[in-house]
């Protein structure tokens, strides 16, 4: 099994999922947020989207430090910045794929928060994370608009938008 072809395969595919996601984007609504303890939703959407670049910084570096500012969140303010900031998170994350060799998938990753190791995972592993964490949050996503009336775009099959049900 080639498990690199199938993270770029994978990678993709949530590329264009996500890429539908963002086109429903509601412009005027950043500032939503369905709880006070919920993200709001622009930064939710911008998060989303910048984890594509997250294979760059995986492959290429051993750890990530939120302590020591390692990890800098993107603001983002309109629709267009969203498409336009995906894109190019994409291209970022799926060169750094296609630069690595599977054996060094296998290399090691920490997350961390002023040298305290939160995550310790291979590259393989935390590439799988970031995939997750794309997943998660676009379901998030999906909730926030569900909430305001914005059709949901089907993600692994139709969704009820889709099928008028």
Same mark, same amino acid.
């Given at each position: 099994?080639?498990?690199?072809?199938?993270?770029? %395969? !994978?990678?993709?595919? !949530?590329?264009?999922?996500?890429?539908?996601? =963002?086109?429903?984007?509601?412009?005027?609504?950043?500032?939503?947020?369905?709880? !006070?303890?919920?993200?709001?939703?622009?930064?939710?959407?911008?998060? =989303?989207?910048?984890?594509?670049?997250?294979?760059?910084?995986?492959?290429?570096?051993?750890?990530?430090?939120? +302590?020591?500012?390692?990890?800098?969140?993107?603001?983002?303010?309109?629709?267009?910045?969203?498409?336009?900031?995906?894109?190019?998170?994409?291209?970022?994350?799926?060169?750094?794929?296609?630069?690595?060799? !599977?054996?060094?998938?296998?290399?090691?990753?920490?997350?961390?928060?002023?040298? %305290?190791?939160?995550?310790?995972?291979?590259?393989?592993?935390?590439?799988?994370?970031?995939?997750?964490?794309?997943?998660?949050?676009?379901? %998030?996503? +999906?909730?926030?608009?569900?909430?305001?009336?914005?059709?949901?775009?089907?993600?692994?099959?139709?969704?009820?938008?889709?099928?008028?049900?």
């Amino acid at each position: 099994m080639n498990t690199l072809n199938l993270l770029k %395969q !994978e990678f993709q595919h !949530e590329f264009e999922t996500t890429k539908k996601f =963002i086109e429903q984007f509601p412009e005027g609504q950043n500032e939503y947020s369905p709880h !006070e303890k919920s993200m709001k939703l622009m930064p939710l959407a911008t998060h =989303i989207v910048e984890i594509f670049a997250w294979p760059e910084t995986i492959i290429n570096t051993t750890e990530l430090d939120f +302590g020591k500012g390692d990890y800098q969140p993107t603001h983002l303010n309109t629709k267009q910045e969203l498409t336009d900031k995906l894109a190019q998170d994409y291209e970022t994350g799926i060169k750094a794929l296609n630069a690595i060799s !599977e054996k060094k998938l296998d290399g090691r990753w920490a997350m961390k928060m002023n040298g %305290q190791i939160l995550q310790d995972w291979s590259k393989y592993e935390a590439l799988r994370h970031s995939l997750n964490q794309i997943t998660h949050h676009r379901a %998030q996503l +999906g909730v926030y608009y569900r909430l305001n009336n914005i059709p949901v775009p089907g993600a692994y099959g139709p969704s009820a938008d889709e099928n008028n049900f």
